[in-house]
């Protein structure tokens, strides 16, 4: 193989996953309402989730994204884990698409004429469609195009590969040599960070004659096995829900891919079985795709009834992080490129920091609001370190472009941020103060104190936002009673202190 073989080989490489990550870029930010409306109301059973999973990942192209997503909303408390572990399961089924689309179009098809007029359309709705919605499906579109002439590159590479080069003498039938393609798939995921890259790569090498089916199988479930690698690297320094969606997802893969290496020769029979039943042309990619699918279908038979238990074993994992409360528990990462479920988490993690802030204003008006000093100032720092937090997941999900509509959230979630930061400054202020003075013996200063702290405490519990009984109208009632009894208070405070009280 000579190096502008190699080059060209990369080249197909690089063009494929540049179309993978124009598509599901595009279509995450195009679809950003409908994927939260299909995930939010989609889910309520298993089955629905399941469905809801192949559904999103065959448009998205990418089970990642959808796992990511699928995070973002269990941070956000509007899936539990246990509807999470259905979306996931789905997931993994609808990445073969990704195996179908190789099978079916990518060896009967004229690519170029597929690809170039799809690459034109999608410049076309960029070009005209400048922060709009229709732009990023443009970009879709677009990484559609490029996706085939990714495709048509590789096969015209390995079909010059495999004349000069039988890499299927070089295959050996034995337990070592399956390992050792399942390696080649686990490690070409993991370097490409892309499972359907890896997938594509392996049928087309199968489909030109360069590797046999039973080697090119055993890749597919290295594939698999190695697309695990993008939930593990999610792990680290992700949140609790994060951890556990991430660790069913690793879980399934593993499992299904263990079990699908000891049976793969019953997987094997059973595809040729298939294929002749469904009356599908036989070819070695139409049967890979074949088995990918049925180790999904396999693994979905294995972790649907057993989905109670796994929940409730993942719920008893990774409890540290939910333990801090100044750690974030909604702003993960991963989701910071989905503008859509970005806010969402950044209001979720607001209204954590909002129900911290009115904690300590309603601790600091209570009887003993001195005495809670070292909680306010612990309350504060977390605070802060809340507020740093969702700065810097604010300022990563502003990178790049998105519709005007969600961009002006960002600021604004910002601004709120800032004024329960001024909440938690002046409420340790004031607890340090009121330490500080005397208890009034005249009974009724103390009985106007008692009746303003009651005041408060009033305000404090109509002035939440989130509650679901709240009222505008009555919160501004009780803020003028509240201005009504301050001026009271004061002007006691001043007569006291003229008469030396």
Do not use: C
């Not at 922060?131 to 195009?145: Q, S």
């Not at 330490?435 to 303003?452: Q, R």
């Amino acid at each position: 193989m000579n190096i502008s073989l190699t080059l060209t080989f990369l080249g197909g490489i690089g063009l494929f996953l540049l179309g993978m990550r124009l598509m599901t870029d595009g279509l995450k930010v195009a679809a950003g309402d409908a994927l939260r409306e299909i995930l939010a109301r989609g889910t309520a059973t298993t089955p629905r989730g399941i469905l809801s999973g192949i559904g999103i990942t065959a448009v998205v192209q990418s089970s990642s994204a959808v796992i990511f997503a699928t995070v973002g909303f269990v941070n956000a408390g509007l899936l539990t884990l246990f509807q999470a572990v259905g979306v996931i399961i789905g997931s993994n089924i609808g990445t073969t698409a990704t195996s179908w689309l190789v099978a079916i179009v990518g060896f009967k098809v004229d690519l170029q004429a597929l690809a170039l007029p799809a690459v034109a359309i999608g410049m076309l709705l960029r070009i005209t469609g400048q922060g709009k919605r229709r732009a990023y499906l443009g970009d879709a579109l677009t990484g559609f195009g490029i996706f085939f002439l990714g495709l048509d590159v590789l096969k015209g590479s390995f079909g010059d590969f495999g004349e000069g080069f039988e890499l299927a003498e070089y295959t050996g039938s034995g337990v070592l040599s399956l390992l050792m393609f399942v390696a080649i798939g686990v490690v070409m995921t993991v370097v490409m960070n892309s499972s359907s890259a890896s997938l594509a790569i392996t049928l087309t090498a199968a489909g030109t004659g360069v590797i046999p089916l039973t080697s090119a199988a055993a890749m597919v479930i290295g594939a698999n096995v190695g697309t695990t690698s993008t939930a593990l690297f999610a792990v680290i320094g992700a949140t609790s829900a994060a951890r556990r969606a991430a660790m069913a997802h690793v879980l399934f893969n593993v499992v299904v891919g263990v079990v699908a290496f000891i049976m793969l020769p019953v997987l094997l029979w059973l595809v040729a079985h298939t294929a002749a039943l469904l009356r599908l042309e036989p070819g070695p990619a139409t049967s890979l795709a074949i088995f990918h699918t049925l180790t999904k279908l396999l693994g979905t038979a294995i972790f649907w009834p057993a989905t109670p238990r796994l929940v409730k074993f993942l719920e008893t994992r990774f409890r540290t992080a939910e333990e801090d409360e100044g750690r974030p528990r909604h702003l993960d990462r991963h989701i910071a490129s989905t503008p859509d479920l970005a806010l969402d988490a950044l209001n979720m993690e607001l209204q954590r920091i909002g129900d911290i802030a009115r904690r300590g204003a309603r601790d600091v008006v209570s009887v003993e609001g001195a005495a809670a000093l070292d909680r306010l100032h612990r309350d504060r720092l977390i605070v802060e370190r809340l507020i740093l937090a969702t700065a810097e997941f604010s300022n990563r999900a502003q990178y790049g472009e998105m519709p005007s509509s969600i961009a002006e959230g960002f600021p604004l979630a910002m601004r709120i941020s800032r004024y329960y930061g001024d909440i938690a400054e002046h409420v340790e202020e004031i607890a340090k103060l009121e330490a500080s003075l005397t208890t009034p013996t005249d009974p009724s200063i103390s009985e106007a104190f008692t009746e303003f702290r009651r005041e408060t405490s009033n305000v404090l519990s109509l002035a939440d936002p989130d509650d679901e009984e709240f009222s505008m109208k009555r919160l501004k009632r009780a803020i003028k009673d509240f201005a009504d009894d301050y001026q009271s208070l004061k002007a006691l405070l001043l007569r006291a202190g003229a008469d030396d009280r």
